[in-house]
């Protein structure tokens, strides 16, 4: 006959069939696990330290220098606040190596301008307005390769390139002076030279993003654009005879 079944027996059944978590163990879910996750699923190693300086792009173009920060870069990534870090040491190592992306870019495009053309002067007028044109499509970039305080030279990425953009800067001039200028030794007039055409172009591509030349542009006959007023400049620059 079956023994009735007692009030202690029953609450030792329940007892029996309640799962309690070992004391100690972390559960599945929490903030680690789900930090590893949103790091490690979509990219790996090398994909994710591309995808951070592509989201760094991203975040500087939209809200500025003043808006990129390291939790900013990994939000728009997806990813830990923790990854940019990982892969970057801090805010200065993301900014040098995305300013190295950016003298890259910005130095293919003025030497495929220049590839463009033949005649000395008309390979100098395509650089510049290459120049200006990746600083248009590009202000967020522009201003940040520019912006040494920011940024860490001494990185290797960003040494190279932007000494790259001087030897293009040098062999131009170089061209249009019909000599081969050292990069690490310059005379007097080639150094002379070299700031007078940056400066003309930097100082141009500046005032034109500041919307400083707009008074300058209304005051112009109908159709005269700021490519036009470029190219007047250039050509006076060089020793053209003066334009209208």
């Known amino acids: 006959m079956a023994r009735k079944a007692t009030p202690a027996r029953m609450h030792a059944a329940r007892a029996a069939r309640t799962t309690v978590p070992a004391?100690?163990?972390?559960?599945?879910?929490?903030?680690?696990a789900a930090a590893a996750a949103s790091e490690n699923?979509?990219?790996?190693?090398?994909?994710?330290r591309d995808a951070l300086l592509q989201a760094a792009e991203r975040v500087l173009e939209r809200d500025g220098l003043a808006g990129l920060t390291l939790r900013a870069v990994a939000r728009d990534a997806g990813v830990s606040h923790a990854a940019p870090t990982h892969h970057f040491g801090d805010l200065t190592g993301l900014v040098s190596e995305l300013a190295?992306?950016?003298f890259r870019?910005?130095?293919a495009a003025m030497a495929a301008a220049g590839a463009s053309a033949t005649a000395p002067l008309d390979k100098a007028m395509a650089r510049a307005r290459a120049y200006v044109a990746y600083a248009q499509a590009h202000p967020g970039m522009y201003g940040l390769m520019f912006r040494t305080e920011r940024l860490d030279m001494t990185r290797p990425s960003l040494c190279e390139a932007a000494n790259?953009?001087?030897?293009g800067l040098a062999g131009a001039i170089g061209v249009s002076r019909q000599e081969q200028i050292s990069e690490q030794a310059l005379s007097l007039g080639?150094?002379?030279?070299?700031?007078?055409a940056w400066s003309l172009v930097h100082g141009f591509t500046m005032l034109l993003l500041d919307g400083r030349l707009s008074d300058i542009l209304h005051r112009l006959p109908k159709g005269t654009d700021a490519g036009m007023l470029l190219d007047a400049m250039l050509?006076?620059?060089?020793?053209?005879?003066?334009?209208?």
């Open 100 to 102: 190295a992306i950016g």
């Open 105 to 107: 870019q910005f130095n």
């Open 164 to 167: 790259a953009s001087f030897a």
């Open 23 to 32: 004391r100690g163990l972390r559960k599945r879910g929490g903030p680690r």
């Open 41 to 48: 699923t979509p990219y790996h190693h090398g994909a994710l």
């Open 235 to 244: 050509k006076r620059a060089i020793g053209q005879m003066p334009v209208a």
């Open 190 to 196: 080639q150094a002379a030279d070299i700031a007078r």
